[in-house]
C-alpha cells in the first residue's frame, strides 16, 4: 500500500490508492447520515458522479476535492489518506469552546453497537493501554484477544474502557469511559452468540478466539463542541456563529 505522507507545508507526498478516496468518502457521508444526493448538491456535483467516486479508482481534481470536502465537514487531507499515519488532534482549537460533562445515556448511544476502543489495565510493568475491536452486548462491552494475551489476563480485575472520536475539520469531539470488571466467557453457547453478535473479526488478525466482558460499574463521558469558527489569522475572530457537534477524545 502507498502511503500518504503529510508535511508541514500541508501538501500530501504521496497520495493513497485511489480506491481508498472511495471508501472514505463512503465512510464520512454514512457518519454525518447523508444520502449520495445531498452531498452531491453540497459539492455541486452530480449523484452519478460521486457514485462514481465512492465505486471506482476515481482521480477526481483538486477543485472538486475542496468542494467535497467541505460538503462533508472533512478536509482534502483526510479524504485522500495524507492523516494515515498521524496522531489525531494536529489543528487548531476553535475560538470559542464548551467543554460538557455527558449523561449515562448519550454515553451509550456514543458507544454505539461497535466500534475500536482501549482497554486500560495495571500489569507488573505498569498502566497498559491496548486497542481491540469491541461489540456491546446489552450493558456489556465484550471483544476478543488471544489466549494467554494481556488483554485476557485481565479477567477478574477492574479496567478502564475508552472510547472517542475527534472531528478534525472542525476540531471537537467527545470521549466515553467505562470503568467495570473483566470477565472471561466460558459458556460455549455465550461465546458462539458473541461470534454471531460481532461486526468483524480482530483486526489484528490470528487466533484471538477468547472472549472477555466488561461489566461496567461508571459510564462517563465528555464532548468538546465548537461555538464559533476558528480565529481568523492576526488574532481575528471567527464570523459564522454557529454551534457545532462533533467528536473528539
Do not use: K
Amino acid at each position: 500500500m502507498m502511503r500518504a505522507e503529510s508535511h508541514p507545508s500541508g501538501e500530501c507526498r504521496e497520495r493513497a490508492p485511489s480506491g481508498e478516496l472511495g471508501r472514505r468518502v463512503a465512510m464520512r457521508r454514512e457518519q454525518l447520515g447523508l444520502s449520495r444526493e445531498q452531498v452531491a448538491e453540497r459539492a455541486g456535483a452530480a449523484p452519478g458522479y460521486l457514485q462514481y467516486v465512492e465505486e471506482h479508482q476515481a482521480t477526481p481534481g483538486i477543485g472538486f476535492l475542496l468542494r467535497l470536502a467541505e460538503a462533508l465537514e472533512s478536509t482534502v487531507a483526510e479524504l485522500t489518506g495524507c492523516t494515515t499515519d498521524l496522531p489525531p488532534g494536529l489543528g487548531h482549537a476553535g475560538y470559542h469552546t464548551q467543554l460538557l460533562e455527558l449523561d449515562p445515556q448519550e454515553c451509550h448511544l456514543l458507544l454505539s453497537t461497535h466500534g475500536v476502543g482501549r482497554v486500560g489495565t495495571m500489569t507488573d510493568d505498569g498502566p497498559t493501554i491496548l486497542p481491540v475491536n469491541y461489540v456491546v452486548d446489552g450493558e456489556h462491552i465484550a471483544y476478543r484477544s488471544a489466549r494467554d494475551s494481556l488483554l485476557t489476563a485481565v479477567a477478574g480485575r477492574t479496567v478502564a474502557f475508552e472510547v472517542d472520536h475527534v472531528d478534525e475539520a472542525l476540531s471537537q469531539g467527545w470521549s466515553v469511559l467505562v470503568v467495570g470488571t473483566a470477565a472471561a466467557v466460558d459458556d460455549s453457547e455465550a461465546a458462539r452468540r458473541l461470534d454471531e453478535h460481532a461486526y468483524t473479526t480482530p483486526w489484528a488478525g490470528g487466533p484471538r478466539n477468547v472472549w472477555l466482558t466488561i461489566t461496567p460499574t461508571r459510564v462517563t463521558g465528555r464532548r468538546i463542541r465548537v461555538l464559533e469558527s476558528h480565529a481568523a489569522p492576526g488574532g481575528g475572530h471567527g464570523t459564522d456563529g454557529r454551534s457545532r457537534d462533533g467528536a473528539r477524545a
